[in-house]
């Protein structure tokens, strides 16, 4: 396998970026492969603490959530945010096959494991959801809280909307997809500086296989891989969730916007009311700090 690793310099001076790195390289079934996470703790920590993990998807990395982890961490806790391998700071395989639905599933919930976390709130938004949401069910006893926003369940029994179809179609027919140009248009409040940080993982178009395999992995019948587990995860969240749940929804989100969001919402117990950002898209995270300090109101 061929495993690619951007250079340390590519990461200079990020704005909003002052966290330390953390590296793992033993993770049981991905050994040799590098990963990237945050790893930030308030000063004065609360009895008991909560850990805010917090999953990225495509085609962003843990610099979408330097909003809200500091506002998470002033609260009294500990925020632990991942990126995916083929993504950020983490290693790349080369080759587009490597990626597979179980192969970052497995290497979150591997993660999760190596660092031993308890006492979990799970923030997920994009393929953050898709793979995330069905980590809980098998291993109940480490989740207290949910923080969901614009995702979806990974079913393949519901069609595919055309905003999806249309963004699918879109990401095959550019391989060498221009993230931050992607990022800026999406979010035209950001400064060339904040474009920038989310071009800084990918020098070329050998380092996106990762990023280009999204798409085509979203299950689209009943049969593809990991359906069959993220419906058992959709029934688990209907029925057996005990803990407290927060959903913020991205109003201008054109692929998993309010629509897929209420449907989202009617699969999880006890889910309250969602908190809309009016001027939100899809990468929600940008209105990151209002996000988090309406949640740590509730979680």
Same mark, same amino acid.
């Given at each position: 396998?061929?495993?690619?690793?951007?250079? %340390?310099?590519? $990461?200079?001076?990020?704005?909003?970026?002052?966290?330390?790195?953390?590296?793992?390289?033993?993770?049981?079934?991905?050994?040799?492969?590098?990963?990237?996470?945050?790893?930030?703790?308030? @000063?004065?920590? @609360?009895? !008991?603490?909560?850990?805010?993990?917090?999953?990225?998807? #495509?085609?962003?990395?843990?610099?979408?959530?330097?909003?809200?982890?500091?506002?998470?961490?002033? &609260?009294?806790?500990?925020?632990?945010?991942?990126?995916? /391998?083929?993504?950020?700071?983490?290693? *790349?395989?080369? %080759?587009?096959?490597?990626?597979? $639905?179980?192969?970052?599933?497995?290497?979150?919930?591997?993660?999760?494991?190596?660092?031993?976390?308890?006492?979990?709130?799970?923030?997920? #938004?994009?393929?953050? !959801?898709?793979?995330?949401?069905?980590?809980?069910?098998?291993?109940?006893?480490? $989740?207290?809280?949910? /923080?969901?926003?614009?995702?979806?369940?990974?079913?393949?029994?519901?069609?595919?909307?055309? =905003? $999806?179809?249309?963004?699918?179609?879109?990401?095959?027919?550019?391989?060498?997809?221009?993230?931050?140009?992607?990022?800026?248009?999406?979010?035209? @409040?950001?400064?060339? &500086? %904040? +474009?920038?940080?989310?071009?800084?993982?990918?020098?070329? +178009?050998?380092?996106?296989?990762?990023?280009?395999?999204?798409?085509?992995?979203?299950?689209?019948?009943?049969?593809?891989?990991?359906?069959?587990?993220?419906?058992?995860?959709?029934?688990?969240?209907?029925?057996?969730?005990?803990?407290?749940?927060?959903?913020?929804?991205?109003? *201008?989100?054109?692929? /998993?916007?309010?629509?897929?969001?209420?449907?989202?919402?009617?699969? +999880?117990?006890?889910?309250?009311?969602?908190?809309?950002?009016?001027?939100?898209?899809?990468?929600? @995270?940008?209105? =990151?700090?209002?996000?988090? %300090? #309406? &949640?740590?109101?509730?979680?």
């Amino acid at each position: 396998m061929s495993i690619l690793r951007t250079p %340390e310099d590519r $990461f200079s001076n990020l704005p909003d970026y002052p966290f330390s790195p953390h590296y793992l390289d033993d993770l049981i079934g991905y050994e040799g492969m590098r990963v990237h996470y945050l790893d930030e703790s308030s @000063q004065a920590p @609360q009895p !008991g603490q909560k850990v805010f993990l917090c999953l990225h998807g #495509q085609p962003t990395w843990s610099y979408l959530y330097r909003k809200m982890l500091p506002v998470f961490t002033a &609260a009294g806790h500990r925020c632990i945010a991942p990126d995916l /391998l083929g993504f950020g700071k983490s290693d *790349k395989p080369a %080759e587009d096959a490597i990626y597979t $639905f179980a192969f970052h599933r497995d290497m979150l919930k591997a993660f999760v494991e190596r660092l031993d976390l308890r006492n979990i709130v799970l923030v997920v #938004q994009d393929w953050g !959801g898709l793979l995330g949401l069905t980590l809980p069910m098998d291993m109940p006893e480490r $989740f207290t809280g949910l /923080l969901v926003m614009n995702t979806s369940f990974a079913t393949g029994d519901m069609p595919l909307g055309k =905003g $999806f179809l249309d963004w699918r179609a879109w990401s095959n027919a550019n391989p060498d997809m221009a993230v931050g140009k992607l990022m800026g248009r999406s979010n035209p @409040q950001l400064s060339a &500086a %904040e +474009i920038a940080a989310y071009d800084a993982p990918f020098p070329g +178009i050998e380092f996106k296989a990762g990023v280009r395999r999204f798409p085509n992995l979203v299950p689209d019948h009943p049969d593809a891989e990991g359906a069959a587990l993220s419906r058992r995860a959709r029934e688990w969240w209907s029925t057996e969730w005990t803990g407290k749940t927060f959903m913020a929804i991205g109003m *201008k989100d054109p692929v /998993l916007g309010p629509a897929i969001m209420t449907e989202v919402r009617r699969h +999880i117990r006890n889910c309250p009311v969602p908190y809309e950002v009016a001027e939100g898209g899809h990468f929600v @995270q940008e209105h =990151g700090q209002e996000i988090a %300090e #309406q &949640a740590i109101k509730v979680l």
